[in-house]
């Protein structure tokens, strides 16, 4: 069921990006579609051995992931997940009257009430656990408290003997998208371990794009494998840069300045997205697949939860679609020959 033994390992990775999560939702809706014309008509915890994601990210996988109630079914399809984006972006991100002063009061406190999120998870996972998973599932964060990566899992090997941290669904998906600024950081407990709890932000700030968290995981778990494709999917890149004149003499506050767009956290998460891409697309065993994209004029805002900057967001995922059909078209080839 979740692929030992097999020579060929399919990963599946979700980049950051709040509600710019609608790119990546509306390329697994189309690559779906496409599978099913091809004669595959399974759902993605079937096809892939291992999800990984950040942040909104985090939430995709796990939407596809979580069991219904009769545990073999997911209890969520991507055009499911999508429409949770579409319709309920505005409570998560509700909209300001006069945002100017939302940025400047994010300077001292979070920008947006976190009840609604934490709402809107319990109602999509309820008690579900990460144990519950119906493939493996691998969600970033990060420890504040002991300052290091925290990485969330739950692993299916057939014999036991690995007892990962089990979590609830809902309290991995807050923890991994609670990105400093915006949101309170939550303290979570391990529902195996009374004793430990965590302090944990979003998983973005050291791993807005998991791929590379997610292959060396399936690297433990399938050493075998001869190959591990990787389907990564991004939620659309900014064409902005900083001219030299516009940086030569920022201090701090211009480097995390909200109003700006906070070009220190811009720059960390670009980076280590772009490094992880080149690194993975240059080792033998990979067959890396990346799909991202500009996103133009349109907003590269995480927040912008307005129905203009829906519409922008689908029209940037439709262009990522439509330049990478030969990216596509090999996932689907390979997702036919998979056994």
């Not at 291992?50 to 209890?75: K, Q």
């Not at 709402?119 to 996972?125: D, N, S």
């Not at 944990?200 to 995981?217: H, Q, R």
């Not at 490094?275 to 080792?283: E, P, T």
Request: proline fraction near 4%; charge should be positive.
């Amino acid at each position: 069921m979740f692929g030992f033994g097999k020579s060929r390992i399919f990963v599946l990775s979700v980049d950051g990006g709040g509600i710019r999560g609608i790119i990546p939702a509306m390329i697994l809706q189309h690559l779906e579609q496409r599978l099913k014309e091809a004669g595959v008509d399974k759902p993605f915890h079937r096809l892939f051995d291992l999800m990984a994601g950040t942040s909104t990210g985090s939430i995709i996988v796990l939407g596809l992931t979580a069991p219904a109630e009769n545990r073999s079914d997911a209890a969520f399809s991507i055009s499911d997940i999508l429409r949770i984006y579409e319709n309920q972006g505005r409570e998560i991100f509700p909209p300001a009257r006069f945002r100017s002063l939302r940025t400047v009061s994010q300077v001292w406190t979070e920008r947006y009430d976190h009840r609604p999120l934490e709402g809107i998870l319990k109602e999509w996972f309820g008690d579900l656990t990460l144990k519950d998973a119906l493939t493996n599932v691998l969600v970033t964060a990060f420890d504040t408290e002991h300052t290091k990566p925290f990485l969330m899992k739950s692993r299916h090997f057939p014999k036991g003997g690995v007892t990962d941290l089990n979590f609830y669904m809902r309290d991995a998906a807050r923890a991994s998208s609670a990105a400093p600024t915006f949101f309170e950081l939550p303290y979570i407990q391990a529902l195996n371990r009374e004793d430990q709890r965590f302090s944990l932000i979003d998983g973005g700030v050291f791993a807005n794009n998991p791929a590379l968290c997610a292959y060396i995981e399936a690297r433990k778990m399938f050493p075998r494998a001869k190959k591990y494709t990787i389907l990564s999917l991004g939620t659309g890149r900014a064409s902005w840069g900083y001219p030299y004149e516009d940086v030569k003499d920022w201090g701090y506050i211009d480097w995390v300045r909200p109003g700006k767009g906070t070009p220190l956290f811009r720059m960390i998460m670009r980076g280590q997205s772009e490094c992880v891409a080149h690194h993975l697309s240059r080792i033998d065993e990979v067959e890396y697949i990346r799909l991202n994209g500009l996103l133009d004029n349109r907003s590269e805002l995480m927040d912008d939860a307005g129905d203009r900057n829906i519409q922008r967001l689908k029209q940037a995922a439709e262009t990522i679609i439509r330049e990478n059909e030969e990216k596509l078209q090999r996932m689907v080839s390979l997702l036919q020959r998979r056994r």
